[in-house]
């Protein structure tokens, strides 16, 4: 899944987050929550159409999101997307190192958990 999105949506180049919701799961074994994404972004795949995605982050483990003043943690110049052996991290604010981006300690916007799903609206 993790592939097929990065196939399609590469970075999230100047992609709009639209909307957000977390929802706890505190009566589960595991208390990790879940959290759906609302994005506009462009489908290379697609001659770069813009589309609405629906990601979907479940096993959330760890969220960060700060709206700083005068700035927008909503609108994405590039965003990555990493998977290791047992968790996936999407920093929506990563830092760039001669066109590679890494994991930023001070995202604005970052999700890691153990489970990422997507849905064209």
Known sequence: M???ITRKYGHFADALLLSFSFE??????SGKGKIEILINCMNS?????????KLVFEEVT??????????SSVAINAAMLNHN???IA????????NHELV???ESDFIIKCKKLTYVVI
């Open 24 to 29: 706890s799961n505190v009566h589960s074994a």
């Open 85 to 87: 052996s047992d968790e």
């Open 2 to 4: 993790i592939t097929e």
């Open 90 to 97: 999407f920093d929506f604010f990563p830092l760039m190192f």
């Open 62 to 71: 760890c969220f960060r999101f700060i709206e700083n003043r005068n700035t």
């Open 45 to 53: 795949e697609n001659d770069f159409e813009w589309e609405k995605v």
């Open 103 to 105: 994991e930023n300690p």
